[in-house]
């Protein structure tokens, strides 16, 4: 069976942008940004970006472009005879299917929220009513599972449709509308009276507040963000990068991706922390800045239900375009492994993320009682944390190696793969650095990841 590959390049860089591009912008990167010291801590997490987290995309991207095929078949094709590299493909499904069983929960409760800011329930609602809203909905795991089905059905449809009529031409408007909301969004926050001082506290340098906190501590968070947010390790790229023709430059594709990544995440934050500052609210991390905080702020805004609608539809866009991304991925790798049909695959898979799911919608009501990682811990936390602290660290891990290693593809064959089509080429003085210091950074972020439990 021939491959499918992207009808442009641009339609390449949208979707594996869309793979990166999710609730780590949203809820995590703007309070991290302003606990950290703001724009001086966005310039150590653009270091890093760069010099840590885009040379592993390009390996990924290189690994399906060399091979063809996504995780499934691709380390079966390139290792050296006899070795071992190939059971690697069970951790990236698992992988995959570990993200799908909590991303799709997290999905169905910003479709909810949508709808039912567009009906008005939050209106003249306290910060207390609306936190009442959103604990409603976490009990009722008959709307959660409809939701989340929803949302896994809307990826799904879009897969089966098929690579360029479905999930590079959708994910296109997608992320069209994606950037055009939040633009909308940032320019409205940043206008509100007062939001000159959530500005400042979002983009003045502060190095102060970084010696303050631990300038070490401060770098151990802008490399686990920087690392976190483009979703390696798990071989979603790898089956995109199947998917792109030799004629442009992998290294200059990675970078794209990482500045599409780093503007979504940035305007988020001017939509956020003026907004805050705007109307006396402190700003959140997590779930809470989400479901409760940002509804309170529209509550109190003139306009607000509609500026809260927008706000969801973007963020329903956010969500559903990884979820098209992490499931075109499971598609591919199925169609690869079992060779199965494009519609046999998105039915099947999406039966079994369906049912796969289920644990973590119930997980905050019928097996509320069960909290894996302590007290107040949820099923969600237990799957996020085996995924986060473990398979992506160790599997970006096992794709350097890979790359690097003489006993695995080896530099000279990821090299030569890199090299082909114009472009940014990827830089080959730094294969010392590659090859020894960024594996040591991984196993620092792993170990990190514990201890900071």
Known sequence: MKREHFSSRLGFILVTAACSIGLGNIWRFPYIVGKYGGASFVLLY??????????????????????????????????????????????????????????????????????????????????????????????????????????????????????????????????????????????????????????????????????????????????????FTLSIGIGVLTAFGSRIDKSSSLTENALYMGVLDTVVAFLAGLIIFPACFSFGVQPDSGPNLLFVTLPNIFNQMSGGRIWGSLFFLFMCFAAVSTLIAVIENIVTYTMDLKGWSRKKASIINFIGISILSLPCVFGFNLLSGFQPLGEGSTILDLEDFILSNNILPLGSLVFLLFCTCRYGWGWDKFYEETAQGKGLNYPKFARKYISYVIPVIILVIFVGGYLSR
């Not at 997608?174 to 926050?189: C, E, G």
């Open 46 to 227: 653009v270091l890093f970006l760069v010099i840590m987290g885009l040379p592993i995309v390009v390996m990924e991207f290189a690994v399906g472009r060399a091979s063809q095929r996504s995780t499934a078949l691709s380390f079966n094709i390139l290792e050296p005879e006899g070795s071992k590299w190939h059971y690697f493909k069970y951790v990236t499904f698992a992988g995959n299917y570990l993200l799908m069983m909590f991303y799709t929960v997290v999905s169905g409760w910003l479709i909810w929220y949508f709808v039912e800011m567009m009906r008005g329930r939050f209106k003249g609602l306290d910060t207390e009513g609306i936190g009442g809203v959103f604990s409603s909905l976490l009990a009722n795991p008959g709307i959660m599972t409809l939701y989340t089905l929803i949302a896994i059905a809307i990826a799904v449809i879009v897969c089966a449709i098929g690579l360029q009529k479905g999930v590079e031409k959708i994910t296109k408007v997608m992320m069209l509308i994606l950037f055009s909301l939040l633009i909308v969004l940032a320019i409205k926050s940043v206008l509100l009276p007062g939001a000159a001082v959530g500005l400042r506290y979002y983009l003045y340098p502060d190095f102060g507040k970084m010696i303050e906190i631990g300038f070490a501590e401060c770098v151990f968070a802008a490399m686990g963000q920087a690392f």
